[in-house]
């Protein structure tokens, strides 16, 4: 049972504020997608797409890039804003996310400190080793949609949501 102050209806939503600011960066290539097992950090042990906090002074879109070339060591190309995601949380950081999506890249994806590289089938995507949200909108991303959601989340559990998609 979803305690009534999680339902998404029942957040605050015109005062919330994010406490931090993030990105999410899906490579897409012969009808595969980039993802990342996620080894340190908020989410580590899951499987995602790679990104992270943004720095003082940079937009979405840098960060989105900075992170994928420092957690994979490649620069994604044909970048394109895919949407935003709102989480909140009580015992975690309310965080506003921004996706990405890019059609191609420059480099060899490259395990790192932070990541392992993972290629995989579009079709297969690994939903139940990834972020319980990551079901609902990630499909419909990866087919050129964009997402507007909101989630909300306790010890690491989807409790509630709402998504708005648009056709690019």
Same mark, same amino acid.
């Given at each position: ?10 957040? /605050? $939503?015109?005062? $919330?504020? !994010? ?24 989410? &580590? ?15 979405p879109l840098q960060c989105a890039i900075r992170e994928t070339e420092e957690e994979l ?7 394109? &804003?895919?949407? +935003? ?7 975690? *950081? ?20 932070? !990541?392992?590289?993972? $290629?995989? /089938?579009?079709?297969?995507? *690994? ?5 319980? /949200?990551?079901?609902? $909108?990630? *499909?419909?991303?990866? &087919? ?9 989340? +306790? !010890?690491?559990?989807?409790? /509630?949501?709402?998504?708005?998609? +648009?056709?690019?």
């Amino acid at each position: 049972m979803v305690p009534e102050k999680m339902l998404i209806g029942n957040i /605050d $939503w015109d005062n $919330w504020q !994010a406490e931090e600011h993030a990105t999410l960066m899906f490579v897409q290539k012969n009808k595969q997608v980039l993802l990342i097992f996620k080894k340190r950090g908020l989410g &580590a042990g899951n499987i995602n797409g790679p990104g992270g906090r943004l720095e003082v002074g940079e937009s979405p879109l840098q960060c989105a890039i900075r992170e994928t070339e420092e957690e994979l060591c490649i620069t994604p190309l044909n970048v394109k &804003a895919a949407g +935003e995601l709102l989480f909140h949380a009580e015992d975690m *950081p309310r965080i506003h996310g921004y996706v990405f999506t890019a059609n191609d890249y420059i480099g060899t994806p490259t395990e790192t400190d932070e !990541a392992i590289p993972i $290629w995989t /089938d579009i079709d297969k995507i *690994p939903f139940e080793k990834m972020w319980q /949200d990551d079901k609902y $909108w990630l *499909p419909q991303v990866l &087919a050129g949609m964009v997402v507007k959601g909101r989630f909300s989340f +306790e !010890a690491e559990n989807l409790l /509630d949501y709402t998504l708005e998609f +648009e056709e690019i």
